[in-house]
Each structure stands twice: as structure tokens, then as C-alpha cells.
């Protein structure tokens, strides 16, 4: 099978290749260090499976993967982190992913995780409470999204300290749109100050940027 591997420490990139390449039906056939990266690729090749970084810089894991799905429905996308925390998850799941895995997870659990979602099985790793996938398949504990798909890349990018030109030349807006769209997302989530946007898209799990 054909996998891709997302995430933006090349380190950790390097140990999982070396673990999966150790499978003969197992191929890495790219790796991206951030979300958008990784969108593009997929415009590109078409993987089996993507193990992807939850929070990574630029486009998080969340909504590269609701993008890639978007086109590409048939793609089984692991999320990869070291949260254990039901936003993350949720995040993940709500975007299409078929897994998630911890990043301190060994090699037998990733070749798990991957042989799972392979057969159209949901995998959640074993270090988190197993119940929650079972509310998320009912449908409960699934909290509404107040941001389009839009306003959440924009607010990555603030949080990550971009201009409006630097988001707009990103996105392909104008800078006078990216500014709408920071002036809707404050008006939504009530909060005016770079300070409150940031610390509000770290806890949204939209930035690899820590607390």
C-alpha cells in the first residue's frame, strides 16, 4: 500500500519511514513538513493511507485533511499526535480521518493502525479512552463550529504571526478580503486581541504553537 507521511519534524518522519519500509506491502511514496504540502501532493499522487501530524504549521492536520477528503474520499488518513485531549480527536474525525495515533505509540500499534483503517475500520490508539469513539460514531459530544473552513486557515495564520498580505498571498485573497475574513472571525468568537486569537486557535487545536 502507498502512504504518505505528514509532519514538520523530519526526525520523527525519518523513524516512521523506517519502521513502515520494514513491511514489504508497504510504501512510503512522499512526505510533506506542513499541511499544505501535503494538500498538494495529493493533487499529484493518490495514497492509500497519509499518517498525518495534527498540529503543523502553515495548514494544521485538521484541515488539510478536510480538504484532501474533499476531493479524494477514498484516501485513510491517520492523525498523528501527542495530544490525547477530545478536541484534537474530534477534530480529526469531524474532518474524515479514519485514525488517530499518539506519537509515544510503538511500531506495532502504527502497523496496527494502519492495517485497520485499510479495511474501512475505524482506529483510535490505545492510549486514549476508547469511549470516545464511541460517542463520536453516535454522533454525540460534537460540538458546532462557529468558523467556515476559510476563517480557520485565516486564524492559523494571525496566530502564527502572518500579515495580511503574507495570508492573502498564501490563500490567493486580497489583503482587504483576509481582513473581512479577521474581522468576521472576531465578531464570531468575541474575542478583538492577537493574544485572545491565538490562545483561542491553540485550544482549538489550529497551531503548532504551544501555550
Keep these: 500500500m502507498k502512504i504518505i507521511l505528514a509532519d514538520d519534524h523530519k526526525l520523527l518522519r525519518d523513524g516512521l519511514k523506517n519502521i513502515i519500509e520494514q513491511r514489504s506491502n508497504m510504501q512510503i511514496i512522499a512526505e510533506a513538513s506542513n499541511g499544505r504540502e501535503v494538500v ?3 493533487t499529484k499522487i493518490t495514497p492509500d493511507v497519509i499518517i498525518m501530524d495534527v498540529s503543523m504549521p502553515d495548514l494544521n492536520g485538521v484541515e488539510a485533511a ?7 474520499p477514498e484516501i485513510k488518513i491517520i492523525g498523528l499526535s501527542m495530544h490525547s485531549s477530545k478536541q484534537f480527536i ?4 469531524k474532518a474524515g480521518a479514519f485514525g488517530y495515533l499518539l506519537k509515544d505509540g510503538d511500531s506495532d500499534e502504527l502497523i496496527t493502525a494502519i492495517t485497520t483503517v485499510m479495511q474501512h475500520k475505524r482506529y483510535l490508539s490505545k492510549g486514549v479512552n476508547q469511549d470516545f469513539l464511541n460517542l ?5 459530544g460534537i460540538e458546532k463550529e462557529p468558523l467556515s473552513t476559510r476563517e480557520k486557515e485565516v486564524l492559523q495564520l494571525i496566530a502564527e504571526g502572518k500579515s495580511s498580505k503574507i495570508i492573502g498571498e498564501k ?4 489583503s482587504k478580503t483576509v481582513d473581512v475574513h479577521r474581522n468576521n472571525i472576531m465578531k464570531k468568537i468575541d474575542l478583538y486581541t492577537i493574544p ?3 490562545k483561542y486557535a491553540i485550544q482549538k487545536g489550529l497551531t503548532s504553537l504551544e501555550l
Excluded at 463520536?136 to 454525540?140: I, L, N, S, T, V
Excluded at 490563500?171 to 486580497?174: E, G, K, V
Design 40 to 42: 498538494k501532493l495529493c
Design 66 to 72: 478536510r480538504q484532501i477528503l474533499k476531493s479524494s
Design 90 to 93: 474530534r477534530g480529526m474525525f
Design 136 to 140: 463520536f460514531k453516535k454522533g454525540e
Design 171 to 174: 490563500l490567493f485573497l486580497s
Design 196 to 198: 485572545e486569537l491565538t
